[in-house]
């Protein structure tokens, strides 16, 4: 694709600078915990455990624990693995998943940086058997070990996805302008974001290879490789209704930039930085994915971008539904709107906070670190969001219609689009639809299998059954309704 003439860019150059002093007026920057401090806070998680408590990871090697309450005074040590972790620079223990099935097994999983050799670690903990603010140290099991030829660009991002995959984003080893041609090799994990099945180990690894990863049949591939041409993706993030991969790139000389990560896409890097020609000499373009956008080093942009989420909260009905991210070092705070091609960015917060990163609680509502003072800031607005605004249908069996019916009548029902990340469900729920007359006896199944969050219908044919009253039952995880209908022939 060519970077520079598509109908994309016009419409991201219409749209440049739409700053809404509306917006700004609205939405409020608040201290969260105001009692508690973090030294060098870089990342912020729940356990989605519905215990309500956050997670804080401290660069050094410490992850803290405490209850979400802005009245909170006392935070607990979940883990200190400063013992294992090389701190300092862009090194350090970088990022924290809890397992989605956390509530039964315990699992969470960190990346941090080591030393001697200088590596990546991705390994798994487990909480302690008696304390839930806990984690037992000994419990640590190495899933992977990267190599890091330089201290910078070790990326450090990691999250399960809506598919519960683990995903886990690499930089380009370091140094400047990637002098070990990473980004485009694809024959190491550098440069690149992963995905791996934690839950299945295989007899040499902790972990095994999603069938579909993209390069699974490449040659010279790894095949963790889920998308690559990356140079240091610091954060990214799924969004919660839409599944998309939000990731945020940071720059090398003068672009800092925003991709959707898809499944086997090149990003670019080191051909491109943002949507320009990094090296100008060798500047094929061919089969690049250019980023959704970018902004320069500059005072109106910034130099190191950290990326966010889309806003998925109850508290800023005016950022619902964009992406929020941020700059470390100029502060400034964004939301980005994609609607179908076109896109737009309106600044949202001036500040002189050092955002290091975002996080969600498990409401979705949205927090940022400030690296610098270890302070962990909310965002809040004026509005909050209706259940009707949140576009999350819920699981809903609808009346037949018609009704009465001769011979078919149709079966509308939903799932709750927001149960690839509802506590305790990550993957498809098993859902059944069935048939029953007056008597409570079985006539046929409709629907038995699994299927993703949406809307869906069924036709119901009785041409061969009798009039007469009949009830249909939806099943679908803890979801469980009922309705009568009424045949007429
Ligand atoms: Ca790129």
């Known amino acids: 694709m060519k970077y520079h003439s598509c109908i994309f ?27 508690l401090n973090f030294d060098a806070p870089v990342d912020i998680q729940t356990a989605n455990d519905g215990t309500n408590r956050m997670f804080v990871v401290e660069q050094r090697g410490v992850i803290s624990v405490f209850q979400n309450d802005s009245n909170v005074t006392a935070k607990a040590t979940f883990l200190d693995i400063s013992d294992k972790v090389l701190y300092g620079g862009e090194q350090g223990l970088l990022g924290l998943a809890f397992h989605p099935q956390y509530k039964q097994n315990g699992y969470f999983f960190v990346n941090y940086t080591a030393s001697n050799p200088r590596r990546t670690v991705i390994a798994r903990y487990k909480v302690s058997e008696n304390n839930p603010d806990k984690a ?53 994990l550098l440069g690149s974001i992963i995905r791996i099945d934690v839950n299945t180990p295989t007899n040499t690894k902790q972990y095994s290879i999603p069938q579909d990863n993209p390069f699974v049949n490449t040659q010279n591939a790894k095949p963790e490789i889920y998308a690559y041409g990356l140079r240091n993706v610091w954060r990214f993030s799924f969004d919660k209704v839409t599944g998309k991969l939000w990731a945020a790139d940071v720059g090398q000389n003068l672009w800092e930039e925003i991709d959707i990560i898809e499944k086997g896409k090149n990003y670019g890097w ?49 950022i619902y539904g964009k992406y929020i991210f941020a700059d470390f070092v100029s502060g400034k705070i964004w939301a980005l709107t994609q609607s179908g091609n076109g896109i737009s960015n309106e600044l ?37 969001t209706s259940v009707g605004k949140l576009e999350i249908p819920d699981f809903e069996l609808k009346q037949n219609y018609p009704n009465p019916f001769n011979p078919t009548t149709t079966i509308k029902y939903s799932i709750a689009t927001s149960s690839p990340f509802a506590k305790g469900r990550t993957e498809q729920g098993f859902v059944t639809l069935k048939i029953y007359d007056v008597l409570g006896r079985e006539i046929t199944t409709l629907v038995n299998k699994n299927q993703p969050p949406g809307k869906y219908e069924v036709i119901f044919d009785a041409g061969n059954l009798p009039s007469g009253t009949y009830f249909y039952r939806l099943s679908a995880l803890n979801f469980i309704s009922g309705k009568k209908m009424v045949l007429l022939k």
């Open 9 to 35: 860019l016009n419409l991201i150059l219409l749209f440049a600078g739409g700053t809404s002093p509306e917006v700004k007026a609205q939405l409020r920057i608040v201290n969260a915990f105001p009692e």
């Open 270 to 318: 080191n051909i491109m930085e943002g949507f320009h020609c990094y090296n100008s000499q060798q500047c094929n373009q061919e089969g690049l994915e250019p980023p959704v956008w970018e902004y320069g080093h500059n005072s109106a942009g910034g130099y190191s971008i950290t990326g966010g989420f889309v806003y998925r909260g109850i508290n800023a009905e005016e």
């Open 348 to 384: 949202i917060f001036e500040t002189n906070y050092s955002i290091s990163t975002f996080g969600i609680d498990e409401s979705n509502d949205l927090y940022f670190a400030d690296y610098n003072s270890g302070k962990i800031f909310k965002i809040i607005g004026e509005k909050t």
């Open 136 to 188: 037992d140290p000994q419990s640590e099991l190495i899933f992977l070990e990267v190599e890091q030829p330089y201290s910078n660009h070790n990326g450090g991002q990691i999250s399960f996805g809506p598919d519960g995959f683990l995903y886990n984003s690499f930089g380009d080893g370091g140094s400047g302008g990637d002098p070990g041609g990473n980004g485009q090799n694809l024959n190491t």
